[in-house]
């Protein structure tokens, strides 16, 4: 099943949109991962099978396994959520971009290594730098958008030809890249007015929305003003909020209530 057949499916038979964002960081770890040297991937695993049942898709981010040096437990945590919970995509976030010839392990390396179901990428070196991920028409590419940070606006707001930046992007994405129908792209929850714009641009394709939780973003701003007309068409997607909702022994039951808490909330206005 390709990443989009399979999240439409999660979206329809779970019921839920959000996105459990991986992103471990140990000091943040309870107290019981101290000294065990697979803390790593025994949290993650965790944290995987108590938010199973109300995600649409996990997103781990290489960034905060590659900088622990636990590029092998990000592979078997990827594997594991397959085995275990067939049926949830998985996001590698990394955030791609660059020439074609070194795209191409990009893809090898988030498609084949890690066995991704889909992978963020960086637009801003145009489409042949990003030809490789879309050529895999069965992957998910997530094309960063209008991103959820403060500064997104520095370079994406930017006006060309009467538009800001970011808006060509969707346009381009929606139609010239999306060809094979496995595009995405990333819009932040911290900006709603940009939800909706983008939303009016692209029609159905589908939303990853970082930014609730930890970073303050406002879930029925960003249902109503960016849901597809079936109310779906939306990963959001919270880490910290979830991850590291208790440091006690608790914490698998506390990160499955926070995300059963967030699949309600963006429920109720869908
Ligand atoms: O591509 C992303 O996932 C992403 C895009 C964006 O615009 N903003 C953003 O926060 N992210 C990622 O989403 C996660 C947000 O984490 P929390 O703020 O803890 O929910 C981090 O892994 C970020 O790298």
């Known amino acids: ?41 025994a949290f993650n695993r965790d944290i995987i099978d108590a938010t199973a049942e109300y995600a649409c898709a996990f997103k781990p981010q290489i960034a905060h396994f590659a900088a622990l040096g636990a590029e092998d437990a990000l592979a078997r945590l990827v594997a594991y959520a397959h085995a275990n919970h067939p ?11 660059d020439i074609g010839s070194t795209a191409q392990h990009y893809v090898t ?9 889909a992978v963020t990428a960086n637009p801003y070196l145009g489409r042949d730098s990003v030809q490789p991920f879309l050529d895999r028409a069965d992957r998910g590419v997530v094309v960063l958008c209008r991103t959820s940070n403060p500064g997104a606006g520095d370079l994406q707001d930017l006006d ?21 129908g496995n595009c995405a792209l990333v819009v932040g ?10 939303r009016a641009i692209v029609g159905d394709v589908p939303f990853l929305v970082p930014g609730v939780g930890a970073q303050g973003g406002d879930v029925e701003a960003v249902v109503s003003n960016a849901k597809t007309a079936d109310g779906t068409g ?26 059963k808490s967030l699949r309600d909330q963006i429920n109720r206005y869908r």
């Not at 009467?162 to 969707?170: E, N």
């Not at 939306?234 to 995300?259: E, H, N, P, T």
């Open 160 to 180: 060309v030809a009467g538009r800001p930046l970011y808006q060509h992007v969707a346009e381009k994405v929606a139609r010239e890249w999306n060809g094979h």
């Open 189 to 198: 929850a911290t900006w709603p007015s940009q939800l909706r714009e983008v």
């Open 1 to 41: 099943m390709s990443f989009m057949q399979a999240l439409r499916q999660r979206w329809q038979q779970a019921g839920t949109l959000v996105c459990v964002g991986l992103d471990p960081e140990p000091a943040k770890f309870p107290a019981r991962f101290a000294g065990d040297a697979d803390a790593v991937f």
């Open 109 to 117: 390396e988030a498609f084949d290594r890690y066995g991704a179901d």
């Open 234 to 259: 939306l990963m959001v997607s919270s880490s910290r909020a979830i991850l590291y909702a208790s440091s006690g022994d608790d914490y698998a039951a506390a990160s499955a209530a926070a995300a």
């Open 87 to 97: 049926g949830i995509p998985v996001i590698l976030d990394s955030k791609r971009g």
